[in-house]
């Protein structure tokens, strides 16, 4: 983890306010792994204070990085209004990383809306390992879905409005395909609590391992707080999801 400074190279729309910002960082050479997190520190002024936590979605070893992101409030509203040379100040990388495949397994890669970009950096980790995999994307309607990210990927496209692809949510289309899945098959899941849930159930009912990444709300993300912290299966302990996680073996959570 290190705290350092990067230059927007491109900030572009790439669907109804979803947002992929390009960055060069300007020392330093760790490189992130799929399911780590940068916090940015979006503003110098007081308001947004802190620091908001984005997954990285590409990294490469000479410190460029991207994430992909939503305009949800004052913060992401502010990003999205900056162009190339804009400066930024980020920690990072932070949090676990998704495990990689064991040989000879395949992974069914599950993404939904804003999940995206964790999934998108292990799908390009994955096809430069030759591993086999899948990839489902589950959002609203066809307006919500950035095409141009996944011009390197065949994907499903699951929508709740029938606008495009599947049409369901993208635990509906897993349970159409599951008789075709090998038992030697492990989910990795990104997006919404309810489908990283169902993704969860999904997975006990088949016998699959699901590593989930969680969105909780942080408010340090380095392990300082609390302020971010998961219940556990066994209902009384928890994790940091900025430390301990955020992912987890969906198994390790509470879900109720
Ligand atoms: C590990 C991790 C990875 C994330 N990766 C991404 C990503 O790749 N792309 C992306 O768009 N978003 C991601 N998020 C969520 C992102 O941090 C929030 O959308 C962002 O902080 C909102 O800031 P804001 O100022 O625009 O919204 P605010 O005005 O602060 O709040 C608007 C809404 O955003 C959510 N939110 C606010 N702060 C946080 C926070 N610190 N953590 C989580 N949710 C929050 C809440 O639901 C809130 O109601 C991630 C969060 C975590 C914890
Ligand atoms: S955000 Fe402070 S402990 Fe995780």
Not at 35 to 63: C, K, Y
Not at 210 to 222: D, K, L, T, Y
Not at 247 to 254: I, P, W
Request: with cysteine; net charge negative; proline share 5%.
């Amino acid at each position: 983890m290190r705290q350092f400074s990067a230059r927007i190279l491109s900030n572009e729309q790439l669907c109804q306010s979803m947002y992929q910002v390009r960055l060069q960082g300007t020392s330093g050479t760790e490189t992130g792994k799929p399911g780590q997190f940068l916090t940015v520190r979006i503003t110098q002024s007081v308001v947004p204070l802190l620091r908001r936590p984005f997954a990285l979605s590409h990294n490469e070893p000479e410190d460029r990085f991207s994430f992909i992101y939503q305009v949800r409030g004052a913060g992401t509203d502010l990003l999205s209004t900056f162009g190339r040379g804009t400066e930024l100040d980020i920690i990072g990388p932070l949090g676990i990383p998704f495990p990689l495949p064991a040989p000879g397994e395949f992974s069914l890669l599950v993404a939904g809306g804003i999940g995206l970009g964790p999934i998108l950096f292990l799908a390009d980790t994955l096809r430069h390992r030759g591993c086999e995999f899948s990839f489902v994307f589950g959002c609203r309607s066809a307006a919500f879905f950035p095409e141009a990210v996944f011009e390197n990927h065949d994907t499903v496209v699951c929508t709740d409005d029938g606008s495009s692809g599947f049409s369901g949510n993208v635990v509906e289309y897993l349970e159409s395909v599951s008789g075709e899945l090998s038992l030697k098959t492990r989910i990795y899941c990104c997006g919404p609590e309810p489908m990283l849930k169902g993704c969860h159930q999904f997975a006990g009912r088949h016998g699959f391992l699901c590593h989930v990444s969680v969105e909780q709300v942080m408010a340090c993300g380095v392990g300082a707080c609390m302020g971010c912290a998961v219940r556990l299966a066994d209902t009384v302990s928890y994790a940091r999801a900025c430390r301990e996680g955020p992912v987890f073996d969906s198994r390790e959570l509470a879900w109720d």
